[in-house]
């Protein structure tokens, strides 16, 4: 009778401790995915002096750090970054390695006559790097540095809601910073006011505004500061801001971002008060802009996608040597596909990996029998070109 009693009272504990186990199984695989990593190996080697072999072997496992670091970077940023900025990461970025370094083992260690060696596993977290680079403004280079426009329209209290106010100042002046070009203000002037005349969701006008002065991404957004009564006794005045920014390739129509921020703040002056929670919104909403963008575009330069190529003044008889030239000698570009061809004009839609700025790279050093092509112009969709040089035999010059 008595084990019968026990027996419940076991399975509930047993129960207990498997929920226990499960639950921080979940939060184990949370914090994972919240913190993604790379596993890499790398070698770290420093000299040995004065006999101090400990000394060495620390040494050796900071450059092991480094060397794992290094790695992530070369992924991370262009080559030609690394290379032409190389002072910098050294400064923001390697002098401070073991920073990044999530968990670490090591595989294998030796001491030589006059050095020390140490392997090692280490998982280096993309977050923080990523982050990092963000914020020295070398992550968004391997982008293309996107040109950007930002048309925020701003209402502090009654008054009417227009462009230019301190959200948008705020979000051009934080974009700068993180290297981003930003489209002329003058330019988009004229697409503002066709905007502002326009009645319910202005998107479509705003793009066309952004796109025609030059931008690849517009932000655009609403910004609303609410005034409340003065605080009970007091001539303090509460304001309530909500801020809601799109950001939308100006090529495309895709939509890239979506954000929002609610700041509250609390001044004699409501006008103020509404300008500090601005403020507030403007420097939360930065940050996750730029991190689902640059997502957005990472996962463009990750993944398959379409980029529409047209040469012109191109012979009929070289239209096959070319379909052929991209395939076989360039490594981003997986299928070609024609489109027409017409007033010796041919028009493709390559299935590519990497970003337009390589593939306008790779077709600047195309071999095509002495001929070659010339780039005209190219957005983030679209390059434009021109044949330049004599055709094969066969072929006629138009």
Known sequence: MTGSFKAPGVLQRLTGALLMIAVCLVSMAAMAAEQPSSVVEAEGYAAITGGRKDLAREAALQNAFRRAVEQVVGVAVE????????????????????????????????????????????????YRLEKELDDVG???????????????????????????????????????????????????????REAAKSHGDQTDALVRAAAAGGAEVVIIGQATARHGAAVGGTSLRPVQAAVTCRAVDAGTGELLATVTSTQQALNVNPSAAGTEAFQKAT?????????????????????????????????????????????????????????????????????????????????????????????????????????SGQGKKGGRKP
Not at 326 to 339: F, P
């Open 79 to 126: 080559s030609r970054t690394v290379v032409k900025d190389s002072e910098l990461l050294n400064d923001k970025i390697f002098s401070k390695s073991r920073g990044f370094i999530k968990t670490y083992r090591i595989t294998g260690e030796r001491a030589e006559s006059d050095a020390y060696r140490v392997t090692v596993q280490a998982a280096v977290s993309r």
């Open 283 to 387: 420097a939360e909403l930065s940050d996750n802009l730029n991190r689902q963008m640059v997502a957005a575009w990472n996962k463009r330069l990750t993944g398959l996608r379409t980029l529409r190529l047209s040469v012109a003044g191109l012979p009929f008889g070289e239209v096959q040597r070319i379909k052929d030239s991209l395939k076989e000698q360039m490594g981003q570009v997986e299928e070609v596909h024609e489109r027409g061809y017409r007033d010796h004009q041919l028009r493709l839609d390559l299935e590519v990996t990497g970003s337009t700025r390589a593939i306008i790279d790779e077709l600047a050093t195309l071999n095509l029998g002495g001929s070659r092509l010339k780039i005209s112009g190219f957005s983030a969709g679209n390059i434009q070109s021109s044949w």
């Open 138 to 192: 070398l992550l968004i280079r391997k982008l293309g540095k996107p040109r950007v426009a930002v048309v925020i329209m701003e209402q502090n209290g009654d008054g009417p809601a227009t462009p230019g106010g301190v959200v948008e100042t705020g979000l051009l002046g934080n974009f700068r910073k993180k290297g981003y070009a930003l489209v002329d203000r003058q330019a988009m002037l004229a697409g503002e």
